[in-house]
């Protein structure tokens, strides 16, 4: 099996194995085409036609079309190669024109024998699936390459390990932390910047990860940090130093003193190497030597997931919480609560602000997840209310339209989950409605058309 | 020996079925196989066998079920009676990186059984320990136990273990990958597309709304071809029961990752709708959407989610991925209310009869050439097992074995 997606951090070109693929799929296509063609059209015949002669000539009318709009394409000016960037059309997109241009001078001779080999209309709709319908090759007769040489090659599923939240299994687990001065958080948090697994993280998850990255001295010139092939598990940060990058062709170091393959890159400080082992365990797709007594910062994947999950199965068990104990909302099965936890959006709002304004139309369901906030209604300077961590309000939006009848303004920052009415309606359908499967129950305690 | 204790342990429709093409000779099935509704079974059957395969093999003709009529057959019993050396192994169909799949045949079968062959999946249990898969090999031993009887999904007919493998028993789907005839097509056609894709959509909408289980690895390479041109969704290593609560193991196919196992969010059965998405894009232009050489920026591309199509790409078909491929799962089509029904409502499958699809009703664009049931001209050619692999052992056993009792 051929890991052809193992390239981390640096790629190796695949344009010489996609090549002779390609070589490989044009002579078998042929081969392939004859048989499914000769061998489609005698089912459809015998399938669905009463009229033999008639679909005969059909068929033969349909094939000639879709030949001749074929070739009617590959003609310039409409010529594919126009419009795409440069780079990054390579073999792939070249001989894939060539099988659907058999006029190209390119093409072996014995192709304009065998017209019914475009690979433009590889199993055209003349056996299709459905008997009234006629061979209309759309999206198929589209000759253009996508500009990028594609790996056709069959690929590798990937899986990390079992994961399983800290708080479901009740075990204590928290995630190390590698004391750090502050300069050095600023100097990591901007070294893993660019890198998007980090990028989409939560303040406290960001504080986390980079609380978790482990000192890890390289004392000497000449030590091998990774090795190509081997399986992965860290994910590294220069701290200071320097390092080199060697790919070997063969997808593995090899013993000898070339054995490490060609230099392709060098990494100093600042800079980060092996994320993909954030990811899953993937052999490495380079060798990692030090040039210099160096310090790095190593990061494992089973703690870098761990933090998320943990993080996000936390803030999906507080929703779930706060919403079981809203009763408009009592009805819903559970699933549907954890479903809903997916179309909450964390908002912001800063003291004084105010999250729902009196008068305004209802679009929008809150619970308060942090600070405090107070109801007023307009000209009575009285607070009538004041929420707190796991108070909600605004959930009649979620039923009807009707203006605020309050508002309620942030005393201190406060953080909300929103839910809006078109979200939950989209996820869940329509709250009436749910409402209704148990309305014996729900009716005396909940009648939010009088409640308002 | 064999033979018999096989045939204790295949449901009644499995045997029949390989043998018969009445599909009336499964109404002995204790009521089981029931079709679901009166509709008399397809009238082009007849026709088909006289013009066209007179010498040639004529493949079996599954009854149609009920989706009910499946939810209840769960009853597999694992199999000790069943050894390894009760089979003759043919060829490799496929391997994986702890598995390798075999065409087999029993070895000493009653004459009734002398042609029938099987797929069988050997997993080493070592493999699977080292490469930390125990928990998936559990999930898709017991997955597919429950889900045996769809007409798209492939049977398994039974599960056996010895000291150091673990061995799954599977009816043999002769077709070969959709994966290998889309590499060979480069793209297939829009109603080529629809007719897999919707099947692929009752797949989906069986397993999620009727199992609850998220499928977590679908592409081209692990849905096959049967005889009659239709689809069977194989290897179910990542299948896993979804309870009311998301999961959160990172699996799949590089190419097919939703953002959200990505970005370790936790994740249900909506990441089977974005990799539906993309295997209708690969359907229609021969690659999937999210592209790089470096895995790291494919991921980078699908937690951006912005989808380039090709010009030539209908509204329609745009509509549909677009709304599949959608980052916030709360908005995604086939995960919002209605579930798997606004997908099949979409106007991109308005030619499809979903009824007479689910009960096989037509056959499917591509009818593969067969010389009969236990051809392997569509399966590619794989290296022989390695050497000097290393051993299960004793230790091994010691730790782990207590994990695989149920197989």
Known sequence: MVFSFALDPFSVSQTFKGRNMMMYLLVKNRVWGVILEAAQFRFALADKHQDPLQFCANFFNDRLASERSAHLAQQPPHSSSSGMSSGGIHSVAEEDEHIASPTSASFPSNARALPTMSSSSPFGGFAGFDPTGHAKNVASDDPTPLPNNYNLNRRTSVSAESLTPTSANNDNWTPPNHPKAPEQIDRLRKAVSTNFLFAHLAEEQATQVLGALQEKPIPKPGMRVITQGDVGDYFYVVESGDFDIYVNPSGQLEPGPDGMGNKVANVGTGGSFGELALMYNAPRAATVVSTQPSTLWALDRVTFRRILMDAAFARRRMYEGFLAEVPLLESLESYERSKIADALETIKYPAGSSVISQGEKGEDFFILEAGTAEVYKEGDPTCLKTYTKGDYFGELALLNDAPRAASVIAKTDVKVAKLGKDGFTRLLGNLEGIMRRNDYNTAGTVDPLHKA | ?407
């Open chain 2, 1 to 407: 020996m064999a033979a018999a204790a096989l045939k204790a342990l295949v449901p009644p429709i499995l045997h029949s079925s390989a043998h018969d093409s009445e599909p009336k000779a499964n109404s002995q099935t204790n009521g089981q196989q029931q079709p679901q509704s009166s509709s008399p079974p397809p009238s082009n059957n007849a026709e088909s066998v006289q013009y066209d395969r007179a010498q040639e093999w004529k493949p079996p003709q599954p009854s149609p079920v009920s989706l009910s009529e499946i939810a209840k057959t769960t009853d597999f019993g694992h199999s000790s009676q069943l050894r390894p050396d009760d089979f003759t192994l043919l060829k490799t169909l496929g391997t994986g990186t702890f598995a390798r799949v075999w065409l087999a045949k029993l070895a000493h079968a009653e004459p009734a059984e002398e042609e029938r062959v099987y797929a069988l999946k050997v997993l080493r249990k070592v493999d699977v320990i080292r490469l930390k898969q125990v928990e998936h090999v559990r999930n898709e031993r017991n997955v597919l136990a429950k889900v045996a009887g769809h007409p798209f999904i492939t049977t398994m007919v039974a599960s056996f273990q010895d000291y150091d493998s673990l061995y799954m028993l599977l009816d043999y789907c002769p077709g070969g990958e959709v994966f290998s005839y889309l590499r060979r097509a480069r793209r297939f056609n829009e109603p080529t597309s629809q007719f897999y894709a919707a099947e692929i959509c009752l797949i989906l909408e069986f397993l999620h709304e009727h199992e609850g289980i998220a499928y977590r690895d679908l592409k081209p390479e692990n849905i096959l071809i049967d005889a009659d041109g239709h689809l069977k969704l194989v290897d179910f290593g990542f299948a896993k029961k979804i309870d009311s609560r998301e999961t959160y193991t990172l699996c799949g196919t590089p190419e097919y990752l939703a953002p959200e196992v990505i970005r370790n969010t936790g994740h249900g059965t909506a990441v089977d709708w974005w990799a539906f998405g993309i295997l209708i894009y690969e359907f229609l232009v021969g690659q999937p959407p999210f592209w790089d050489q470096n895995p790291m920026r494919i991921y980078e591309q699908i937690v951006e989610g912005n989808i380039r199509f090709p010009s030539a790409m209908t509204p329609d078909a745009r509509s549909l991925i677009s709304g599949l491929c959608t980052v916030d799962v709360s908005k995604r089509l086939g995960n919002i209310s209605g579930g798997a029904a606004t997908v099949k409502f979409h106007p991109w499958f308005r030619n499809i009869d979903w009824d007479a699809l689910y009960h096989r009703k037509s056959k499917g664009p591509i009818i593969p050439h067969l010389r009969g049931p236990a051809d392997t001209r569509n399966f590619d050619d794989y290296e022989p097992e390695a050497k000097n692999r290393p051993a299960y052992s004793d230790e091994l056993r010691n730790r782990y074995d207590e994990a695989f009792k149920d197989f």
